[in-house]
């Protein structure tokens, strides 16, 4: 091989080398320009889609707020009445005014004042409460509020992250979210209605503020948790779907109008522990004149109502939402060894407790 032979050989290689280096340098410019021409926006969606909690909370918080007033029964004087405060929380209804909270919140306290979440103060001007469910509405003069959505019937499922927005312990920190994850449904604990149960963290003040689900709606009213040494992060809160017909009925008549059995009943051990269970509820009074010209007495057991099982004051209480005083209903019993059926015209007041002795409680309808 000749000298040029070997010139051009290595000129060739040289060639080849800088082909390389150009070819790497050509491919690495539009890597560095694609990353540095990322849309900071899109990196903030794909935060938010990865989290959207910070979107939810942004969403809804302005549609919570804080309620606080003087302790019922509190002294009127002196310096440290100033200090006699309790508080809860609420949720916007409609743009002009109107926040369901828990009963036991409004009732607690006397000069019940509303603070939004942009720090505006409203004095409570009327409210109406139900504490069978722990539901009430009240009323503040204010316009152009941001209404909460609730959700759905059946639209809550277990393991679903949840976020709680309220005032824990002091009202100084009200709108404050946690979260967590639905832990059940449909929760017999002490209460006239089944809850939900979620983990997120829940403390005094919490009381009437919203669990809310990742589409951003209510799915439930904060009401109680249970509270004690060693147990952590059990709450619970009153389905929208209770909500809505509780605040249904006070809107429309002031009040809840339940059907009433007119029996007092109780409940089999069973489900007191809440054991599966179907054992009957047994009659200890026949206490309205309806129950007992329906042949009721003291001793028979109730097994179903119109075909509805029902082994809980519970489970009466849920099925009679759809039902209303002066309606006539068939229950299934055990009377004196026989399976019976007995026609029963419902009265009204306490679903399993009849306030109503005399003989009118047959003759009762309400629209």
């Known amino acids: 091989m000749g000298r040029f032979s070997m010139m051009r050989n290595k000129a060739s290689r040289l060639l080849l080398c800088g082909l390389a280096v150009g070819l790497a340098l050509s491919l690495s410019v539009p890597v560095s320009a694609a990353a540095a021409s990322v849309n900071p926006s899109s990196k903030k969606a794909e935060l938010q889609a990865a989290d959207p909690v910070p979107q939810i909370y942004a969403r ?78 009240l009323k503040i003069n204010a316009a152009h509020l941001k209404p909460a959505s609730l959700a759905g019937a059946s639209s809550v499922k277990v393991g679903e992250k949840v976020v709680a927005i309220g005032a824990p312990l002091s009202f100084a920190l009200r709108n404050s979210a946690t979260v967590g994850v639905v832990s059940g449904s449909g929760r017999v604990v002490d209460a006239s209605y089944r809850l939900l149960q979620s983990d997120a963290a829940i403390n005094p003040g919490n009381s009437g503020g919203p669990l809310v689900d990742m589409n951003g709606k209510v799915i439930g009213i904060v009401s109680m948790k249970y509270s004690a040494v060693g147990v952590d992060n059990t709450g619970f809160a009153i389905p929208a779907e209770t909500v809505r017909y509780i605040i249904k009925q006070l809107f429309t008549y002031g009040e809840v109008r339940r059907p009433s059995l007119g029996l007092e009943l109780q409940q089999s051990w069973s489900a007191i522990v809440g054991l599966p269970a179907e054992d009957p509820l ?9 129950a ?43 009377s004196g060894g026989d399976i019976v059926q007995r026609k029963l015209v419902l009265g009204e ?19």
């Open 349 to 367: 007041g306490d679903p399993i407790v009849g306030t109503d002795d005399g003989g009118s409680a047959d003759d009762k309808t309400e629209e």
């Open 60 to 137: 809804v918080s302005p549609s919570v707020v804080g309620i606080i007033g003087k302790a019922q029964g509190g002294k009127n004087t002196g310096l440290d009445n100033r200090y006699n405060l309790v508080h809860g929380s609420g949720v916007i209804l409609t743009s002009g005014g109107w926040i369901v909270t828990n009963a036991h919140v409004i009732k607690s306290m006397q000069k019940a004042t509303v603070v939004t979440s942009d720090g505006k103060s409203y004095s409570v001007t009327d409210y109406y409460a139900d504490e069978l469910s722990d539901i009430a509405i």
């Open 292 to 334: 007992r010209k329906a042949g009721i007495a003291e001793g028979d057991e109730l097994y179903s109502i119109d075909g509805h099982r029902v082994t809980s004051a519970v489970d009466i209480n849920e099925l009679f939402k759809s039902y209303r005083p002066g309606q006539t209903v068939q229950l299934l019993m055990q």
């Open 282 to 290: 047994t009659v200890t009074k026949a206490v309205s004149a309806a």
